[in-house]
Structures are given as structure tokens and as C-alpha cells.
């Protein structure tokens, strides 16, 4: 059984991080954004995301830990307000 994430493509649209919060947010597991980042910067790419069709996103969610996914849906939380 998944769980439901909650984090669609329409919400990670525009969406921005600190350099801080890619540095927390680190790599994306699996292969949906390519070989990891090199010299502390993370392979996440919000641009990239945009352009992935259905199957390659929900592979993309599924390749994302617990603490990312968290993170997703609380910069979405506190960007509505």
C-alpha cells in the first residue's frame, strides 16, 4: 500500500528554494533527475518536474525519502499564507 502524498505537479510549479533548504532537502533518490548533484548541491529541479510526463512524476515521488516529501508539502503549507 502507498501512501498518498499529497504533492502534485501544480504545486511544486514555481516553487523555490534557499540555498539552505537544497542543502536540507540533499539528493533525489532512483534516477528521474539524473546522477546526484556534485560538491554539495543537490540534483532537485523544479524546472525539470514541470517537463516530466505522468509516469516519470509519480516515479519521482516514489523516489523521494519521507523527510523530502515533508518538506515538499510544508513549503506548499506555508506559501498559501
Sequence with gaps: MYARTGITQ????GMQFTPEQMKLFGQV???TLGAPGSNGFTNLD????QNMNRDQFNQF?????????????????????
Design 10 to 13: 501544480d504545486s511544486l510549479k
Design 29 to 31: 533518490g532512483g534516477n
Design 46 to 49: 523544479f524546472d525539470a518536474i
Design 61 to 81: 515521488k516514489y523516489d523521494l525519502t519521507r523527510p523530502q516529501k515533508n518538506m515538499l508539502r510544508e513549503y506548499n503549507a506555508f506559501s498559501l499564507y
